[in-house]
């Protein structure tokens, strides 16, 4: 890792950064990329696909990317494989023609959702049948699994993220040092499934519930009436709406409750649920009261995206 890339994080960690700061970061990136630096070449991937300080171009992402793997960046090589072909687990070969694999690569066909169903119209619950694959859930779940804490809510009184006993399940949120261009992609293909952009998404989450683990009974959206809730609506808006992916199967129990109208959905491997928080006039939708259910065997692994309504406020 060169002093550059260090420095060039640093900067872009910090919580709301300056923007000379992130120019400074991302320039420092580049020059370790021109230099060799394989973790600097796939960071600036990362953040051409998000479009950080400049507009996002998926072509220089992916030429980072190229860069990345050829540098020896085992992440890139893995990405720029499902990136390829998303049928077939990543198995990079020293050997391989990375700029082939990246000339095979359409973003356009990889944010391509598949269709939705219906499971509710009140509140509006949909589904999607393979929306991801096998691939792509296992790679998600070998990159959270050892980086995984316990999960978090937010407390009603203080307004901020704590620990609560209404959920013992972990967590591991995808900011930015942490995301990825294939990430990136899947949440994108979010996006289209949505019709709702990716600057209103909250940083995404991989949850992991082992037996006997759940989160109860709960709402997405945040309470206007509570003033503890006041700074992060005034800052990010209202969470309108959900959207988990399920990122494996083998397991018993574990559904996605909705008591309060009598529905439980059982996903697949690759699955993903989409629910609104909020009626089609913007008020709290009590309706979407939920619960992660406990597995009764086997684990649970999901790939979890709230959307806020209005873009963060500078």
């Known amino acids: 890792m060169s002093n550059e890339f260090a420095t060039a ?30 973790n600097a070449s796939e960071r600036c991937a990362l953040f051409e696909s998000i479009g950080i300080v400049r507009p996002q171009d998926w072509g220089r992402a992916l030429d980072y990317l190229e860069l990345a793997a050829a540098q020896g960046s085992t992440s890139a090589r893995e990405q720029l494989l499902l990136l390829a072909d998303n049928r077939t687990d990543p198995t ?27 499971l509710s119209q009140e509140p509006r619950i949909r589904f999607v049948k393979a929306f991801a694959t096998g691939p792509e859930c296992r790679w998600i779940v070998a990159g959270a699994r050892p980086r995984l804490a316990p999960a978090t809510v937010f407390d009603n009184q203080s307004g901020g993220q704590t620990l609560d006993g209404s959920r013992d399940n972990s967590s591991f949120v995808l900011r930015l ?20 952009p990716v600057p209103l998404f909250e940083p995404a989450q991989v949850l ?12 997405d959206f945040l309470d206007p009436a509570n003033p503890a809730y006041r700074e992060t609506l005034g800052q990010f808006g209202q969470r ?14 574990g559904e996605t409750a909705f008591p309060a109208i009598g529905l439980s959905y059982r996903a697949e491997e690759g699955d993903a649920l989409f629910f609104a928080n909020v009626t089609r ?26 959307i806020r309504d209005q873009y963060p406020a500078v």
């Open 208 to 219: 992991h519930y082992a037996v006997g683990q759940r989160f109860k009974q709960h709402y």
């Open 92 to 118: 990079p070969d020293k050997g391989m023609d990375w700029h082939d694999l990246r000339s095979r690569v359409s973003i356009e066909q990889r944010i391509q959702p598949g269709e939705k169903g219906s």
């Open 240 to 253: 309108i709406a959900t959207f988990l992916i399920y990122l494996n199967g083998g397991y018993e129990g």
């Open 9 to 38: 994080m640093q900067l872009l960690e910090a919580d709301r950064p300056a923007r000379a700061d992130v120019e400074r970061g991302i320039a420092l990136l580049e020059k370790a990329s021109a230099e060799g630096d394989p």
């Open 281 to 306: 006039d913007g008020a709290p939708d009590r309706k979407t009261l939920h619960a992660g259910m406990p597995p009764t065997s086997g684990e649970k692994w999901v790939f979890s995206q709230w």
């Open 177 to 196: 040092p942490e995301m990825s261009l294939l990430t990136e992609v899947i949440r994108h293909r979010i996006s289209a499934a949505t019709s709702l």
